[in-house]
């Protein structure tokens, strides 16, 4: 083969090559891209209408009956730290009661535990637990009856005073 007929061949093979390429990323391009707000830094309530529209059509279900979650803690949080939390049951229902339960550890001093519930028609639904009647448990617990669904937003926000201050976290369901 002459040096003549190598570099035709090789001009060629990244012709070829160039034009796949193209190709590619040309069907790549024609794509419209998805862009969600990373909602760890900013509230649910910031995130764009687009964004939360994409993030809507996500289908997810929750999964049925209690759920129990362990939790831990940074050293830097204040107020009292619950070991665990329960949904009995996790998804809400209209007009079906839901009790939800924290444990916090026996050395924990709480003298009130508070939970308000945003659903996907209201927004701070107030439900203050009760510490129960066993002594030798820090069990808080309290049931609600929703009014409404979660199907596109459950947010839980938990207010625990104690001698140590305020424990103030959100906890987003959906």
Not at 39 to 56: F, G, Y
Not at 87 to 103: A, F
Request: positive net charge.
């Amino acid at each position: 083969m002459t040096l003549k007929k190598l570099l035709l061949l090789l001009l060629l093979i990244i012709l070829v090559t160039g034009v796949y390429y193209v190709y590619l990323k040309s069907k790549i391009v024609d794509q419209t891209p998805i862009s969600i707000t990373d909602v760890s830094e900013e509230s649910p309530d910031s995130i764009s209408n687009s964004s939360q529209e994409i993030i809507n059509k996500v289908p997810y279900k929750l999964p049925a009956g209690e759920q129990v979650y362990n939790l831990s803690h940074g050293d830097k949080v204040v107020g009292p730290r619950a070991g665990k939390i329960s949904y009995n049951p996790l998804p809400i229902v209209p007009d079906r009661p839901q009790t939800i339960t924290v444990t916090f550890p026996q050395t924990e001093k709480v003298s009130s535990a508070v939970i308000f519930i945003d659903t996907d028609n209201f927004e701070g639904q107030k439900l203050n637990l009760q510490k129960t009647n066993d002594s030798a448990s820090n069990i808080w617990a309290g049931t609600w009856t929703p009014k409404d669904t979660n199907h596109n937003r459950y947010r839980v926000r938990f207010y625990f005073v104690g001698p140590a201050g305020t424990y103030n976290a959100v906890s987003n369901i959906l």
